[in-house]
């Protein structure tokens, strides 16, 4: 059962990954993690099983194909995993057409198979709603995209599921990952003619998966004790052995063929003989004849029973040895594979730190352009507070001016009545001064209106002065409202500067992240590369500078291995593709290795 399953490697590679981890033993105590880990192996189980198959079976798969089927069933099982329970009318109920209808919030693209599903006239319950919408998003070959979108929206997820759901924590990105994969699928489903409220899960398919599972976990024992007790160059010498015994193994078995077909002639010989010999003899010496051929019937009968048992021990020394080397065999092929998605990955993770860094240089334009537009904006404050400051002393000028007219006022009223009073003495003293007094009380007179008019003209200007005071007033009131938005504008600039150094700190993380997938692609490189040609490769922290033009690695110029000679160099200097003999395909080489390749296939050509 272990060499059987023990071919899936990735399976086994992850798990004992998983088991270095400290808190992997804590994780097998929870039981939400261990059924996340459980429904994560049956993903991946149903999902390969549905490619291989598919592929197999070479034509567009229906609803009927038991593979689609059991398929469906485990998404089921996944998307229900620590949804919450929501109250209604009726009871409780877990409904997974809620979260799937946000899909189309998400996406407009998943507008139309939200509004098929709801124009379905058989369709009654929330279940069979969101059975029909996996099997329309698979027709369209976009169930990946839906659901990673979906995934991306922690905040939406929280209203409907745990936070130690599937579709919550790191099985789920894995499991939609898988789901990549089926866009090489053609399936024609008929979600009309399907009773899909009333649709039963597959208890047996279950049970299967279950069994499949537990089959993952025995495999992961005897990788971990096969990896405990060989390693590469070990296997491959192990390898070596069994091909010399296998080799010996099948001389002995030719000749043990040879030696029973002597054997048999020997045996057919002897029969021939004693019909002969059964034809002349008389009876008397038949007798004895026959305890002659008897006994050495006997001794050819031990010996063909003992030839045939070493021959039968032999065959089946022979198949274990052909099962051992098969193993060997597709462990390798494992290896390959796992480094290829490795490769993979580490590609993906660069597009993803070249797009951060993009994000960091359009923040940073965003922070100088909010930082000269605080510059001019504050240079625009000082000008207005100098300009509030001069319309200040003017209006205290004014005010000054104000006061001196209305004390001018008050001693031109002072002066009309004293004229007056003196106006009343000159008539009642002086009757025969009459004329002279009107002449002077007629000036007097003029010199009244001449003030009154001057009065006016003051109160005219005092009033336009007040009119000027209202409008610098409504001119430092929006000179006010300005330095509240540049105040704005300051916190806006400070919320920025804080989600630069978020992202600051989420592309130094993304960076370390890249170092340690770039030091464990270059260990499984250099294992890869002894197991194929025993090449030793230089390893990452050994090489600080490109070894042909000397240059320093930074981010921005980044470690590459050459594929022949195994050093490190820039990409400047590593910018050529060749096929190898331990790779057909064409891989990485650096320039001096590219030059005496090339060289070398011309000699050979010529």
């Avoid at 919320?495 to 992240?513: F, P, T, Y």
């Avoid at 980044?558 to 990409?571: D, V």
Wanted: proline share 2%; charged share 30%.
């Amino acid at each position: 059962g272990c060499i059987t399953s023990g071919r899936d490697w990735e399976s086994c590679r992850a798990v004992q990954l998983a088991q270095r981890r400290p808190g992997f033993w804590r994780a097998l105590r929870d039981p939400m993690s261990m059924e996340r880990t459980n429904l994560l192996n049956m993903a991946k189980l149903s999902i390969k099983g549905l490619i291989e198959s598919a592929l197999s079976f070479g034509r567009t798969l229906d609803s009927d194909y038991p593979p689609l089927q059991q398929f469906f069933v485990v998404m089921e099982h996944c998307l229900k995993h620590g949804l919450k329970v929501k109250k209604s009318f009726l009871g409780y109920n877990k409904s997974l057409w809620g979260p799937l209808e946000m899909v189309e919030k998400l996406c407009p693209e998943a507008g139309e198979i939200a509004a098929s599903v709801r124009d379905l006239p058989g369709l009654k319950t929330p279940l069979g709603r969101a059975r029909a919408w996996l099997r329309l998003a698979l027709m369209q070959k976009r169930l990946a995209d839906y659901l990673r979108l979906l995934i991306t929206r922690k905040d939406l997820l929280s209203d409907f599921y745990d936070n130690s759901a599937v579709m919550v924590e790191e099985e789920g990105a894995v499991i939609v990952g898988l789901l990549v994969g089926l866009n090489v699928i053609d399936a024609n489903l008929c979600v009309k003619g399907e009773d899909l409220d009333t649709q039963v899960s597959q208890r047996p398919s279950l049970q299967s998966l279950n069994g499949q599972v537990a089959a993952i976990l025995d495999q992961k024992n005897y990788v971990e004790e096969l990896n405990r007790h060989s390693s590469v160059h070990g296997l491959q010498g192990r390898v070596d052995n069994l091909e010399k015994s296998n080799s010996k193994l099948i001389e002995e078995l030719a000749i043990a063929k040879n030696n029973i077909i002597k054997l048999q002639e020997e045996n057919h010989q002897l029969r021939n003989e004693n019909t002969i010999i059964l034809i002349k003899v008389t009876q008397v010496d038949v007798d004895v004849e026959l305890d002659t051929y008897k006994q050495s019937r006997q001794g050819l009968d031990e010996m063909y029973n003992e030839a045939r048992r070493q021959l039968r021990e032999e065959c089946q020394l022979r198949q274990d040895v052909e099962n051992e080397l098969v193993v060997q065999v597709s462990m390798k092929q494992e290896m390959d594979l796992a480094m290829k998605l490795l490769e993979k990955d580490i590609h993906e993770k660069q597009d993803t730190l070249i797009g951060l860094r993009h994000q960091l240089d359009e923040v940073k334009a965003i922070n100088v352009e909010m930082y000269t537009k605080m510059q001019t904006s504050d240079d625009g404050m000082k000008q207005k507070n100098d300009m509030i400051t001069r319309l200040e002393e003017k209006t205290n000028q004014i005010t000054a001016t104000m006061k001196q007219l209305e004390q001018r006022l008050q001693e031109a009223e002072r002066d009309r009545w004293t004229a007056e009073d003196g106006a009343r003495k000159f008539k009642h003293d002086f009757a025969n001064k009459a004329d002279s007094l009107q002449k002077q009380i007629a000036q007097r007179e003029k010199q009244m209106l001449q003030l009154e008019t001057d009065l006016k003209i003051e109160k005219e200007w005092r009033q336009t002065l007040q009119n000027d005071l209202e409008r610098e007033r409504d001119i430092v009131a929006q000179l006010s409202a300005e330095a509240q938005q540049i105040n704005g504008l300051k916190k806006e600039f400070h919320r920025l500067q804080d989600e630069n150094s978020q992202l600051k700190g989420i592309c130094e993380e993304q960076e370390q992240a890249l170092e340690e997938l770039g030091c464990k692609l270059s260990e499984y490189l250099s294992i890869l590369n002894s197991f194929d040609g025993g090449q030793v490769w230089l390893k990452d922290k050994d090489a600080t500078h490109c070894k042909l033009c000397e240059k320093e690695f930074s981010i921005s110029r980044r470690k590459h291995h050459c594929r022949n000679c195994g050093e490190i160099f820039c990409n400047a200097c590593s910018d050529n593709e060749l096929p190898l003999p331990a790779s057909p395909k064409p891989v990485r080489v650096c320039d001096t290795c590219h030059a005496l390749l090339l060289q070398r296939c011309s000699s050979n050509a010529t």
